[in-house]
């Protein structure tokens, strides 16, 4: 389990991104000991750049685009990572980075990818039409496994579910126990139910040794039990608790009495 991230001096970059984020000056440390840490904010805060950086320093594959140690939209994020201190407890090398939108590109990718095959197949029923039932059979097995291996992972058309029934289904196929998962505003894909039903998963991962990193902006996942929270919208950085997140406070207030808000939104 990872322990602990400890941030450095900007060591003369203050004029630097991703220095000059003011969440990140005078940050000295995380403490990130719970299977679920949640860093909270608006965007822009720094809590998605923080997150990148450690999936940088920690080497994890990201799902869906280029790793964060060759990407080059991340070069700055690369500067800071270089500069963490991580202190584990048990090292791992398991898990993976996520960011909502690199799910919606994987989702096309499979997608064009099955298509690609299917394409494939008709032409090879073509090219092979005068042949035997075998030839024909085995000239479409590369292309038939493929799909095949596609719809076993990921169902009969990944782009094609609700994007929390995809998300769901990458998740559960690409978990491994005692793994260590950078979540970047998961909920993008989640419904209210399916972010439910995402808990329950994470539940049961969290039982087999797995560890949460996850910059939400979602009230629904705040309140995982025994979520260890970061305000990244506060000076400094400082630990609260569920009831103190403007975002909850904001949303309860919204569902209680939204006509009061709207009188000055809507009109």
């Known amino acids: 389990m990872l322990e602990r991230i400890d941030f450095p001096d900007s060591d003369g970059r203050a004029d630097e991104f991703p220095f000059t984020i003011p969440a990140l000056q005078g940050l000295e440390a995380l403490d990130v000991a719970t299977p679920v840490t949640l860093l909270v904010g608006e965007n822009g805060s720094g809590k998605s750049t923080v997150l990148e950086a450690l ?3 920690t080497g994890l594959p990201t ?4 790793s964060a140690d060759r990407d080059p939209t991340l070069a700055p994020q690369r500067r800071l990572a270089k500069m963490l201190r991580l202190a584990w407890n048990k090292r791992t090398h398991r898990g993976f980075f996520l960011r909502a939108e690199d799910f919606f590109g994987f989702a096309r990718h499979m997608a064009r990818l099955r298509i690609e095959f299917q394409q494939e197949l008709a032409e090879v029923d073509e090219r092979f039409r005068e042949h035997s039932p075998l030839a024909r059979t085995l000239a479409r097995g590369p292309a038939a496994g493929s799909i095949a291996a596609i719809e ?9 579910n609700s994007h929390g029934e995809g998300f769901l289904k990458l998740f559960r196929e690409r978990f491994v126990p005692g793994g260590l998962y950078l979540l970047d505003e998961p909920e993008a894909a989640l419904s209210p139910q399916s972010q439910l039903g995402f808990m329950t998963m994470m539940r049961d991962m969290i039982d087999q ?3 949460f990193l996850i910059a939400t902006h979602s009230p629904i996942l705040m309140a995982v039990p025994g979520a260890r929270i ?8 400082r630990e609260v608790a569920f009831e103190e ?16 808000f709207l009188r000055h939104l809507w009109s």
């Open 230 to 237: 970061y305000d990244f919208d506060g000076r400094p950085v």
């Open 209 to 211: 040794d797995s560890q």
């Open 245 to 260: 997140i403007e975002a909850v406070s904001l949303t309860r207030d919204f569902l209680n009495a939204p006509e009061r």
């Open 55 to 57: 999936a940088a320093a």
């Open 152 to 160: 076993r992972k990921y169902g009969a058309d990944l782009d094609a």
């Open 63 to 66: 799902v869906g685009s280029r």
